[in-house]
Nanobody, 124 residues
Framework: QEQLVESGGGLVQAGGSLRLSCVAP????????MGWFRQSPGKEREFVAA????????NYADSVKGRFTISRDNAKGTVYLHMNSLKPEDTAVYYC?????????????????WGQGTQVTVSS
C-alpha cells in the first residue's frame, strides 16, 4: 500500500495562512487523484478538497470554498492545500488521500491510500 506523507501543519492565529503538502512515493503520482480530508475531536472525518489526476479539476467543501485552494505538481509528486483566512473551526488533523483513478470525489471510501495526518490548530 502506497504511503502518503503530509507536512506543513502547525499553530496559526485566526486570519492567518498555512500551506500543507503531501508527497507520494515513486512514479505513480500522476496516475492518482488526490484529496484532503480533516477530522476534529468528536467529529467524523470530513471532505475538504479534491483534485483530478491530470486536468486540474477541483472541488471544495462549502465551508472552505473561497479560502482554501488545492493544487498539485506532478513533476514533484506533491499535492498542496493552501489555506487562507483560517478560522478556529478549521482546527483539525488534516489527511491527504489518493485514489488510483482520474477522480476521487468527496467520499472518503473512494480513496485507496491515506497519510498519517498533520495537525492544524487555529487560535482565536
Amino acid at each position: 500500500q502506497e504511503q502518503l506523507v503530509e507536512s506543513g501543519g502547525g499553530l496559526v492565529q485566526a486570519g492567518g495562512s498555512l500551506r500543507l503538502s503531501c508527497v507520494a512515493p515513486g512514479r505513480t503520482f500522476s496516475t492518482l487523484a488526490m484529496g484532503w480530508f480533516r477530522q476534529s475531536p468528536g467529529k467524523e472525518r470530513e471532505f475538504v478538497a479534491a483534485i483530478s489526476r491530470s486536468d486540474g479539476t477541483t472541488n471544495y467543501a462549502d465551508s472552505v470554498k473561497g479560502r482554501f485552494t488545492i493544487s498539485r505538481d506532478n513533476a514533484k509528486g506533491t499535492v498542496y492545500l493552501h489555506m487562507n483566512s483560517l478560522k478556529p473551526e478549521d482546527t483539525a488533523v488534516y489527511y491527504c488521500a489518493a485514489r488510483q483513478s482520474y477522480w476521487g470525489g468527496s467520499y472518503s471510501t473512494n480513496y485507496d491510500y491515506w497519510g498519517q495526518g498533520t495537525q492544524v490548530t487555529v487560535s482565536s
